[in-house]
């Protein structure tokens, strides 16, 4: 941590700074300038944080220097983790050396079209199915989920084509039904800082698949990861899928930056979700390549048997021909970044 | 809600839609322009968004007209709405034709830091007292509040000045508790779209204030506030704290125009809160006497007796001379806008 | 300034950084933490800018502590400065002491409705008339403005009503028959960072009104002011006119905030402009109100004797009831925040 | 043009709507919903600006539905075209069906730096040099770069290694030097929305690379471009360089979406900047991998012999492993994605 003084802080201002630092097993190093003076503090962060620094006379500015995060963070754990979802004997990777690639309808609407939906997904070449039984709307008159029968037509699905499920929970109080029928659970954008969520998420068992919110920084996700690994669970894997910004083409502007940005700081894995961030079908299968190209570990696509029937999110469901051309990329471009598929490596019954 | 066909749309695409908007009992109006067709629709809104207008073939946009909240819009209740907080007898109002100034400490820490804060909020003006108990935190290294024992010091607190208490509640699972001790929920800016928790708060019984999500359109926060209506609670006061934008000089943007722009549109008071928005101690004088002038129906600062040892948001809690400043704002800047003090139309015990 | 070692800095790489700073003349304070090591830089800003601190091995980042503007920093010129605009004898502040209102036509279109669009102004109070005769505008078809026919415009009005006038430039080349006609000259928002144009606007003789950049932070203007400054020209008036957020429903977000922001770090005059801020005529007065209370040093607003016919921005610009309303704010808010009219301290002829 | 009356607007404030868009000569089509009316307009969209629609009474908002640039749009020019840059007999493609790699050293200091970074990126496959001899820098107390002196640099080494020239211009007046000097004509981030130049320019006879302005909105970057085109040069480059949002991590957020949405509404090539998007040098092979599977019609990047020295923006240039790394992907992936190498399509001497 960096204080830095303002210019008219006297040498009485500075010797205060120094003795409060010192107070709670702080060291403190003053280097004086010409206009002004900086202190450079050494020891526990969290110590020096309830000192509130920036309320002591003369305080112009406290930098914060070291990343606030430690079990997320790359700094004791060098190499990058790989997260394994599904049941024992089943179990599909999302890590550094493969290329994973999850795929099913935004919501659940009934067995069938789940089915139908995975049987699309997996002939394009996907491991994980995804779909949606419990749907945070920004509308309370929206299709809110099936709830727990969603979760009963999943876990059918699963036992059907044999693809783990990574399905969402909206509410606290929901974790032990989800974990209980699912193999990850889903912590959405809006909820990226329901901490109340997180910490019951950190406490299910179950691997958790982070999303980005929407107006969040990388390092609050980060954050919002620690809570969830301070539970004692590490099984997490990110998800960029888009923030706000003032271009109104796309309904979020995907981040593709934050994917090397992640790796370069976090161990954990980090995925793309090129069908939310845009919110248009005709982007999705170039924002894929994107994604698979940046050095993503995975991507999770929207698919749809009949997208002008979607309860939720049709219009940016792939079909037909983008599905081809998506499954195409899948197949041709991990290999070009050194990746193999996670087929490839998933446990074998 | 108006279609916007493509360029190259065929009449078959046009008529199609048109069909379909029939199919669910709704008119459509077409207009063939030079380049493109665009087709007005009239009829039930929602029967409209489960056809995914977007997918059909041809359809190039579609336009949303009307506003997509009904009970917190102005456009059935045309007169602005006042709320009235506190126990029977001894209610303090929030509305349209007064000033209110809420105040107190960012987190409760102990009885005799409340009490302090108290006092010097209701010496400052303050109607209505301000803490919290339960503190939604970004880092889980960071002190989460006093929970029940918060709580308590709260009640003694209100019951020793008279001020009805406001304070947040961060998980539908402890709603109850907290509606038990206090006279006011607050729902804070991290969960604005928590949508369990916005509606454990609509049947809470309790007037709720929801704070703006610091990256949340004036249009998704009024659906937030739909969201705690529809259980049947109407009284709900909205709360201006800060936008998240590209400036660095401030925590976040001020965004004093959703005062006016709420008030055109919905009936519910809104309220400016200037100490989070800034994040500095030096803007939540100017930023109150704005607040004020601009016609919100009161503002909620935070004061501490000793910002030096606050546990949280030490930084931007006023003291002293600011404080001396804010109350004198408070008394000579609302009769200069047409309100009185909410001191004047409260109820007397 | 500082550089932050990261954690596998090595002994020598701190000792490189440490002896590149002192060869360019400087002093290096090394601070060993337990993680990381922090090093402290006193001296010239300039000279460590030229060694690329950031790409020495072993560095992780640089943070810069003094600001970088001089001439225009409050920190050598702690007392806030008045800029005089008009002729001799008749020339009106703007100020730390008193509250200048300016008002007049967007664009200039002809004699008759500029010089009614000035009377109203007038008799609204205003003491500066604003209008242009140069038109930044985004699409190349619509109406760019009178140029040279509208600068002799504005001087006539300026007789006939003795307001100083203001005007915007928009190309260097126009800067010397803008500054034979104009008392003050205006920069628009989309030239806040037109190099050229700032320096033309240095030499020019005459004080210039500096609009923010819509994307820029406040540092960035004040670094446009120092542009102007450094070519000797310090009669420099700022104007907040509204930053690009994600909020949809106003056509940018007022940073009512820069206010103080601005006066705390700059001794240049600050206004603000809510016309183009909200680009919306309903908040023109509730946005003045708050620009008044928050302590701008003026404001400046769009009037029009019929909006229905104005070429450019009609939506936005005040009459008859509203431009009331706003003379009525303009006398009232100034003196309860301490500021007498500009027109008492007035020049008079 | 869609026109969207309040719900209280009468049958009057309808007709008359309707009465003044007929005076222009356009269509009214009227729909009236249960709550509210709304009126289609067919015509000519310019002669609807003037009407000031949003001033009338009754109106509550106006949408624009097409799309307000005309030369540059896809409308009528499906076909996407291609810009040919250098000498005749030596001119190098950018357009649908290659892959054009540019690169150089952010600014030109020295002969001898210049004709080195332009050995290195032609020997890593580069087939355009890029190198500024005009910087425009937001410090005015930064390099400014050497000017016609640069100019004359980039002019020889050309001449030594057969590589065509891009360099920026930042004022209208330096034009005619640059375009005697250049290849192709750069305009900067800054001065996107700097018309006078980017008319200049239109009228130059070069082709021209338009950089995205940091905070301009896609449709505002094509606008640009529409002034370019109307001067009559339709050879505009379109390069996305990242937007300014909340994310503080990288210098700006490359908006890889804004590739295939501009080759989905223009005919114009388009490229991608990674090493100004991003500002880290660790960001720039994965970036440019991602352009590359975007789709994009080329990249540019940064490259020094030594960055250390550098007189601009050192952090971000390339050298040895990296530059090798890239030049690894510039080879591999375009096939993957359907494209030749520039270098095969360019005009052989």
Redesign the interface.
Known sequence: M?V?MS?DATDEDVAHVVEKVQEVGGEA????????T?I?L??DL?SF??L?L???RGVA?V?R??D?YKLVSR?HHAERSTVWVGPTGRRVPIGPDTFTFMAGPCAVESADQTLEAARMAQSAGATILRGGAYK???????FQGLGVKGLEILADVREATGMPVVTEV????DVPVVAEHADMLQIGT??M????LLQAAGESGKPVLLKR???A????WL?AA??IA?RGNLDVVLCERG????????RN?????????VQ?TSHLPIIVDPSH??GRK??VV??S???????ADGIIVDVHPT?????CD??QALLGNDLRDLAQAVR??PP??GRVDSSERAERP
């Open positions: 960096v830095v210019p190093f003053v280097s004086k300038g010409v206009v002004r900086i450079g050494v020891g969290e944080h309830h509130n920036r309320t002591l500015d930098h220097i070291s606030p700094q945070p709307r920004t509308s309370p008159y929206a909206v509410d606290a109080r809006r909820n800082a329901n901490f109340g919110g929407m107006t920084t990388i390092e609050e954050m620690e809570y301070q923030i706000r910004t003032f271009e109104p083409s796309t502007t995907l981040d593709i930056s934050a994917v090397p940005v370069a961030a845009a005709d982007l170039p924002l390549r994107a994604g698979i190209a940046v050095g997208p002008e029937t979607a309860l049709g219009p041709k471009l070009a970044v």
